[in-house]
């Protein structure tokens, strides 16, 4: 059995050794990476399922829509903190700086004081109005979303680290565990705050144990810190508020002009899709370190190849998702089989993911003018697209502003990237 183990594993070595003459790809370490993450998507999809499943038979669409509508408030609420502070820990792990987790888990602590205060006042205006379900849910998730975010920054660690096993394994963990619970939740209650405090707690539980986990491991090196850490992640956090409003824009507003049972119907279009587009997606992320490494004409000479194998991908996967949806709703969400006409429109979204390579670019490079830009465009669409959406066309329209979006933050990455490999290029040839 070991020798039939070795020999696989030869020859699988030898392939994507043979493979990188024509992706113009390290195929090894994509290999390794782009398994890490496979294991957790997998695990991330199966239970993503599963729960949706329990969730379109036990859970009436009002709850559900109450319970989303909760999440995305404490989303909006836990921007105005070190939101993106989770690239800036990558960036700085690639970089040797291995003290960088506990850092950020205590200065993401002390810079969610606005979180907590916008909690306690919002959670007040619901209670004052009579709204006791929307003022404890938020109250809940807004006190226990800081440590969450704080505790979650482990895999963002284990990913600059290239620690792919580890990122792996807890990550599989630290995604399964609480969905599960979730689910025996569900099957007896469909109180949204009895939802919403299983998942806040059962996700801080996990995210805080491998993030001691991963402290004990490189805590030989804890007093190595990276000073620009905090600077770099202010400016990807300020950016941040005005992405994750124009993110979450689209559930508060569906809940407040069509109420919270279509909310629910949104939420199980856009599920699958979003699961599905995120393998291909990850490739991006883990081509991070590299570009951190790589010289800028190395990148420029090899990103085409990349670009055009996440758009093959993305195109397979869209259009075998576009002739299976019906029957997938019909078999599996039975109470919302009109979620997936929805769904298959939003589908064409994934279509766009393939220059994601060259906006992780950007953000390897610390570019942030260009990311300033980058933000702007996207937030601008999304939020105007999305108000004018859901008034005109409800649903549908909102699916379409976002369609819309991400071709203008496709067009604008295109233009942003050649601007800077450009500079960059002629930067070094100067200073050769």
Request: net charge positive.
């Amino acid at each position: 059995m070991d020798n039939m183990f070795q020999d696989w594993k030869d020859r699988s070595i030898r392939f994507l050794l043979w493979s990188q003459k024509y992706t113009k790809t390290d195929m090894l370490y994509l290999a390794r990476g782009g398994f890490s993450s496979a294991i957790i998507q997998v695990a991330g999809i199966t239970v993503s399922l599963l729960l949706a499943v329990t969730v379109s038979h036990f859970v009436p669409k009002e709850s559900y829509g109450v319970y989303k509508y909760i999440l995305s408030i404490v989303g909006i609420l836990s921007l105005f903190s070190l939101n993106s502070i989770g690239s800036a820990v990558f960036q700085s792990a690639a970089q040797g700086f291995d003290g960088v987790l506990a850092r950020a888990f205590w200065d993401n602590i002390r810079w969610s004081v606005a979180v907590f205060a916008g909690t306690l006042l919002l959670a007040t205006y619901y209670f004052f109005m009579g709204n006791n379900t929307l003022g404890a849910g938020i109250l809940i998730g807004g006190a226990l979303s800081p440590i969450l975010a704080s505790a979650s920054l482990f895999s963002s660690f284990l990913g600059g680290k290239k620690d792919f096993y580890r990122q792996a394994l807890y990550g599989v963990i630290d995604v399964t565990v609480p969905v599960l619970i979730f689910i025996g939740i569900v099957m007896l209650t469909s109180n949204p705050i009895v939802l919403v405090t299983t998942f806040f707690i059962t996700n801080t539980v996990a995210a805080l144990y491998f993030y001691r986990r991963t402290i004990e491991v490189y805590r030989s090196h804890v007093h190595i810190h990276d000073e620009n850490m905090l600077s770099y992640s202010k400016h990807l956090s300020f950016m941040g508020i005005i992405n994750g409003v124009a993110n979450y824009i689209d559930q508060v507003l569906i809940f407040h002009f069509l109420g919270g049972a279509q909310l629910a119907v949104y939420n199980f279009a856009i599920a699958i899709p979003d699961q599905l587009k995120s393998p291909v997606k990850n490739i991006a992320s883990i081509l991070q370190p590299r570009f951190v490494e790589y010289s800028a004409r190395e990148i420029q000479k090899n990103i085409g190849r990349k670009i055009l194998l996440m758009f093959v991908g993305s195109v397979g996967v869209t259009v075998l998702y576009i002739i299976v949806a019906p029957d997938i709703f019909h078999m599996l969400f039975p109470k919302y089989a009109e979620a997936a006409k929805y769904s298959q429109l939003y589908a064409l979204w994934m279509l766009t993911i393939a220059a994601d390579p060259m906006a992780t670019y950007l953000v390897a490079r610390k570019l942030t003018s260009e990311l300033y830009v980058n933000t702007t465009v996207y937030s601008v669409f999304q939020l105007v697209g999305i108000t004018v959406g859901v008034l005109l066309w409800g649903i549908a329209g909102v699916i379409i502003a976002r369609i819309v979006t991400r071709i203008a933050m496709l067009a604008t990455n295109v233009l942003l990237y050649r601007r800077a490999i450009k500079r960059e290029i002629a930067l070094d040839t100067t200073h050769v």
